[in-house]
Nanobody, 115 residues
Framework: QVRLVESGGGLVQAGGSLRLACAAS????????MGWYRQAPGKQRELVAT???????NYADSVKGRFAISRDNAKNTVYLQMNSLKPEDTAVYYC?????????WGQGTQVTVSS
């Protein structure tokens, strides 16, 4: 069974930084891709960033140049470095893993950016 556990969320002032981590229960090589999504109150869940098994990355336009996704294969962990945070980045951030059409989700971690 796949288990994804997020950590690193919290409260930060605008302009600050946070680093989220997503630890997988098994080897992340088994996933075609991993990523981060977020959901703000009253809004749909949206893609933030993804990283493929080969290291290719993709970002939402709203976070390009501010966020960076990376992976540590030895630790079975994917990270999201978030810089220059804005109040509109406030949301629950979810880790996602994709394996041959099957999506797996973590429980989410709250990120709150105060103005």
């Amino acid at each position: 069974q796949v288990r994804l556990v997020e950590s690193g969320g919290g409260l930060v002032q605008a302009g600050g930084s946070l680093r989220l981590a997503c630890a997988a229960s098994g080897s992340i090589f088994s996933f075609n891709a991993m990523g981060w999504y977020r959901q703000a109150p009253g809004k749909q869940r949206e893609l933030v960033a993804t990283i493929t098994n080969g290291g290719g990355t993709n970002y939402a336009d709203s976070v390009k140049g501010r966020f960076a996704i990376s992976r540590d294969n030895a630790k079975n962990t994917v990270y999201l470095q978030m810089n220059s945070l804005k109040p509109e980045d406030t949301a629950v951030y979810y880790c996602n893993a994709l394996r041959y059409g099957n999506n797996y989700w973590g429980q989410g971690t709250q990120v709150t950016v105060s103005s």
